[in-house]
Nanobody, 111 residues
Framework: QVLLVESGGGLVQPGGSLRLSCAASGINFRLADMGWYRQAPGKQRELVATITYRGRTNYADSVKGRFTISRDNAKNTLYLQMNSLKPEDTAIYYC?????WGQGTQVTVSS
């Protein structure tokens, strides 16, 4: 059984930081390309950042310079460090390893 379990979401003020984690099981994590996606209310799910099994990263223009995706293959865990958060970053954030999705973690940026 494949499980992708996100954690680390919450309420943060504009300009603040959060670190999301995704604990993976049931997949060969070391060989998996991974990604973070998000879905805001009334909007489609969108790509935030991806990281290949070799460590190559890709970011949406809206988060470049603010978010950093990383992975710890020893811990089967994917991370998303989010800095300088903005209200428009408010969304449910999902961990993805084709074709699997986590259940999501809510991030709310508000004063």
């Amino acid at each position: 059984q494949v499980l992708l379990v996100e954690s680390g979401g919450g309420l943060v003020q504009p300009g603040g930081s959060l670190r999301l984690s995704c604990a993976a099981s049931g997949i060969n994590f070391r060989l998996a390309d991974m990604g973070w996606y998000r879905q805001a209310p009334g909007k489609q799910r969108e790509l935030v950042a991806t990281i290949t099994y070799r460590g190559r990263t890709n970011y949406a223009d809206s988060v470049k310079g603010r978010f950093t995706i990383s992975r710890d293959n020893a811990k089967n865990t994917l991370y998303l460090q989010m800095n300088s958060l903005k209200p428009e970053d408010t969304a449910i954030y999902y961990c993805h390893a084709v074709p699997y999705w986590g259940q999501g973690t809510q991030v709310t940026v508000s004063s």
